[in-house]
């Protein structure tokens, strides 16, 4: 059963970083483009990066560009965000999603497998 699991979310200061993780089994990673979704309270879900399964080229948000890089390690079965110089604003449940294709996107209709989500908290 396809199965991803974040990780690597909490309570982090303005300015902060946090690394997190998005464990996949079940499938070979190796085919599947990852999203990386965060959604606030009160506020829609928003696409924040993505990375292929084809050539590792990446999409970022706007919001993110400069600070978010994300990364996978197919032999880990694992899909990192690393996220810093982080923001109040970038405070959000973060989810990771597969979509089997080559390429990937950051629209959460393409994506068809979730994980449960991840809270990160960006306070002083």
């Known amino acids: 059963q396809l199965q991803l699991v974040e990780s690597g979310g909490g309570l982090v200061q303005p300015g902060g970083s946090l690394r997190l993780s998005c464990a996949a089994s079940?499938?070979?990673?190796?085919?599947?483009?990852i999203g990386w979704f965060r959604q606030a309270p009160g506020k829609e879900r928003e696409g924040v990066s993505c990375i292929s399964s084809s050539d590792g080229s990446t999409i970022y948000a706007d919001s993110v560009k400069g600070r978010f890089t994300i990364s996978r390690d197919n032999a880990k079965k694992t899909v990192y965000l690393q996220m810093n110089s982080l923001k109040p604003e970038d405070t959000a449940v973060y989810y990771c999603a597969a979509d089997w294709d080559y390429y990937c996107s950051i629209h959460s209709d393409d994506y068809d497998h979730w994980g449960q989500g991840t809270q990160v908290t960006v306070s002083s």
């Open positions: 079940g499938f070979t990673l190796d085919y599947y483009g």
